[in-house]
């Protein structure tokens, strides 16, 4: 079994996936799109994304592969305590720092405390914490990265500050995803769907009404833009299945017909855990 993530090691889905699939081999790649494409092409098994922090929200790079682009389905998901870290080469020292580096969720995850320490500070973007934190190892010590204590033991680096995060409840979901549906939703949390109506005004309460009828919570709901044409929304909901499978499968089937546009992403369970330090 194969697992693809974003790379290199020390990222947080690293850490993600070794927890959603512990027996598979992980695969890392240089970013989303190649992971679930490797998942998709038959190169891996399944992959393993983030698609929601909690204080910096969707993940939308991560949301359009899985509505517009591949033909995957989230299997399982998991809310990932995030501890987000400053760290140096050895011997640098806070008066150093010229730049910081980290994935373009990380650093805003951090503002508070780059703002009142570093204000003056260069921010760089790259792919992912791991990357951000193999960069500074083979860097100058004016450089700093944002990223797990795990990616500072791997790439040798000191940390100046530990919880850098703006809030010790940060988190984000990391889902597993494959070619496979799963169908079943016996012992599973949550349905996701990916929906699109008519432009025509009462479209969008007709299908939020169906969830209503049949008493049905929707723990979520957002949009995004339809590719390619102005001004048209895919909106994506998670549905609570608690015991109402069978109501939740007629109000999808009710769905359809009102709906322009409707694709199943995912029935999977969600946990809990403790970690991403």
């Known amino acids: 079994m194969k697992t693809a993530y974003l790379g290199p090691e020390g990222t947080f889905s690293q850490e993600a996936a070794a927890l959603l699939s512990p027996n598979s081999e992980l695969i890392p790649y240089k970013n989303f799109r190649l992971a679930l494409k490797a998942c998709a092409d038959g190169e891996t098994d399944n992959a393993v994304i983030p698609i929601e922090n909690s204080i910096e929200g969707v993940v939308n790079a991560s949301i359009d592969e899985l509505v517009f682009e591949e033909e995957l389905y989230?299997?399982?998901?998991?809310?990932?305590?995030?501890?987000?870290?400053?760290?140096?080469?050895?011997?640098?020292k806070p008066e150093d720092i010229v730049r910081i580096i980290s994935h373009s969720h990380a650093l805003p995850q951090?503002?508070?405390?780059?703002?009142?320490?570093?204000?003056?500070?260069?921010?760089?973007?790259?792919?992912?914490t791991g990357e951000a934190v193999k960069i500074?190892?083979?860097?100058?010590?004016g450089l700093a990265a944002i990223g797990s204590s795990a990616a500072a033991k791997i790439y040798g680096l000191d940390i100046l500050?530990?919880?850098v995060q703006d809030s010790n409840k940060n988190y984000t979901q990391f889902v597993l995803v494959g070619k496979e549906p799963t169908?079943?939703?016996n012992g599973k949390d949550v349905a996701t769907l990916a929906f699109?109506?008519?432009?025509?005004?009462?479209a969008l309460y007709g299908v939020l009404e169906i969830f209503a009828v049949y008493d049905i919570n929707m723990l979520e709901i957002f949009s995004r833009p339809m590719k390619n044409r102005p001004s048209e929304y895919v909106f994506v909901v998670d549905l609570a299945i608690e015991n109402n499978s069978e109501d939740i499968k007629k109000a999808i089937e009710l769905m359809q017909r009102k709906s322009s546009f409707i694709k199943l992403l995912g029935i999977y369970t969600l946990k809990n855990?403790?970690?991403?330090?």
Not at 74 to 92: A, R
Not at 196 to 202: A, I, V
């Open 74 to 92: 989230i299997q399982k998901s998991i809310n990932l305590t995030i501890v987000q870290n400053l760290m140096v080469k050895k011997g640098s």
């Open 110 to 128: 951090c503002k508070k405390f780059i703002g009142e320490n570093f204000p003056n500070v260069e921010l760089r973007t790259v792919s992912s």
């Open 136 to 141: 500074v190892s083979e860097g100058d010590k």
């Open 161 to 163: 500050a530990s919880s």
């Open 183 to 185: 169908l079943d939703y």
């Open 196 to 202: 699109s109506t008519k432009h025509e005004p009462g």
């Open 273 to 277: 855990e403790q970690g991403g330090q």
